[in-house]
């Protein structure tokens, strides 16, 4: 039976805020234990109550000091490691908001690519009002099988956290043959997001790698095992705003998939090419986005980093 609400909120307040125990509680209301147990549960069904976890966010300021003077990057932002890869990837995000908070200012062109770590990105980002502040979709969509939010999704919601405008790039993300590729590139809306991209003022993307556990290619049913043995040994070793690339940041294709996106090219000819990861296991393809002039600027956690010192 469910409850009324000014009582779940006279619960909640007594457990969450003034840390009673649900048998002083249940005094007080008049219940049973176990229905101070059950009131709690149906408070956070009914989003009365809701439970946030912050992990805790530093800088490895020495670590960040290295890594820029080695790579002569514009910008490095290493955050500390806490040994749990969703915890350091989510800090990641929120140091890739806070950097770019202070970067995006007006009259700002910047283009995003989709994935985990853009995701994060957008979701720390503050609200925050600026003027003429363009977000362009650099990468078509993933489709229905994704299990990351899709570019247009995020390019709409950051857009809406800057008070800017934006671009979406209506197109899938890879087509399966080179005519219908060169076909859509041709598009006016695709070649528009395509000029846009080579404009922009600020790139930001993760840095993939080619592997099967956490890739948003693989997950979303585009790329599958035999393509990724294809693709090492090929020589890729990461992947950016959709394309793979070696260890020099040159273009790897793919086997039998064709991307609709932004260029690598685009990502060099950005003033501000920001590139974010966590893990060692993406210190190579980190190292190649850096090699070939991908990014000039890395946001990492401090295994990354660590990784990219040792190599």
Known sequence: MANEISTLLKVAELYYLDRMNQNDIAKIIGVSRPSISRMLEEAREKHIVKISIEAPFERNNALMIELKRKFELVEVIVVKSLGDYEYDLDNVGKAAADYLSTTLTEEKLMGISWGVTVEKMVKHFPEME?????????????????TVMDGNELVFRLAQKVNGKHDFFNAPAFVGSKSLQKELLAQPQIDLNISLGRKMDIAFSGIGNIEATRNTLVSSGILDNEDLNDLIAEGAIGTMIGRAFNIDGKEIHYRNQFPISSSLDSLRSAPISIGAAASKNRARATFGAINGKLINVLICDEELGNALLAM
């Open 130 to 146: 600026t003027k003429n502040v363009q977000i362009v979709q650099l990468t078509g969509s993933l489709g229905p099988n994704r």
